[in-house]
């Protein structure tokens, strides 16, 4: 499975930006897909995970309530809408596909997940 990013910027603070992923290779709609960022000096953290067919969702506390993960199977594409981004939200963003997981199980770790991207930058100014 490759996975391609794109989207990321640099914006103000309370802007917005739209993440997505195209996938291709493998059976994406059976993949658990979710995405993961890094910023400086930082390991690299859960953000949010969507389930096969987008019934379930899972969000990090940080991102809760600003940030929507979706997806669109007959294009092979996962979405991550960002709103009142902070300069805390400076980062790498990274999606990842993880073939094992399941509506009951997104997992927040980036160990279950076998497939990334290469990654887009996001940068939100103060």
């Known amino acids: 499975v490759q996975l391609q990013a794109s989207g990321g910027g640099l914006v103000q603070a309370g802007g917005s930006l739209r993440l997505s992923c195209a996938a291709s290779?493998?059976?994406?709609?059976?993949?658990?897909m979710g995405w993961f960022r890094q910023a400086p000096g930082k390991e690299r953290e859960f953000v949010a995970a969507?389930?096969?067919?987008?019934?379930?969702?899972q969000y990090a506390d940080s991102v809760k309530g600003r940030f929507t993960i979706s997806r669109d199977n007959a294009k092979n594409t996962v979405h991550l809408q960002m709103n009142s981004l902070q300069p805390e939200d400076t980062a790498v963003y990274y999606c990842?596909?993880?073939?094992?997981?399941?509506?009951?199980?997104?997992?927040?770790?980036?160990?279950?997940?076998?497939?990334w991207g290469q990654g887009t930058q996001v940068t939100v100014s103060s």
């Open positions: 969507i389930s096969w067919r987008g019934v379930s969702t």
């Open positions: 990842a596909a993880d073939p094992n997981g399941s509506f009951w199980h997104l997992s927040h770790s980036l160990h279950e997940y076998d497939y």
């Open positions: 290779g493998g059976t994406f709609s059976r993949y658990v």
